[in-house]
């Protein structure tokens, strides 16, 4: 990417801040860009901390989805929207622990994701996450498709999954973040 267009907070950061980041990160591991830029209105982050709308594992996890279909719904929306910046964040820190193997990883951004490397239920939430995004309408057949698979909860709670994080591909498009570097190697991008 580019100069960020908003600027992350530096060190020192407000005591308020460095205590919620506390709580999100590992010891010792630096804050991703984006969560420096969103502190730019602290208020507004020390609110989706405290509310745990963001936390170890991202926005709104509450649990209620396995963490490899989570994992997959949050790479592919990432995908959809074009977000390699979030993508590449949470390859380099989250996707492996979530349950993502290395060829599953590799695979999300085809536009057929492989029978052999993802269940019918996976592959019909990928078919999913990309008519929510790239086209904001879900067919009969899709619906249908994703029904067969998942409950009427569990539908809606993937739906405001996938809006959160092309919510976070908003916010990516508008500040620009520079890339994190918490493996070695070039970021790891969408493009193929």
Known sequence: MDTPRIEPLADPLPASVAERLARLLPAGMAAPQLFLTVARNAGLFNWMVDSGLLGPSGLADRKALPPALRELLILRTCVAAGNDYEFNLHVQTISRRMGLSEAQIDDIRQPAPSSTLWSSAERTAMRLVDALV???????????DARAHFDEPTLIEVCHLVGLYTGVAMLVALARPSFDRYRPGPPFTTTP
């Open 134 to 144: 790239r086209r904001l309408a879900v067919d009969d057949a899709l619906y249908g």
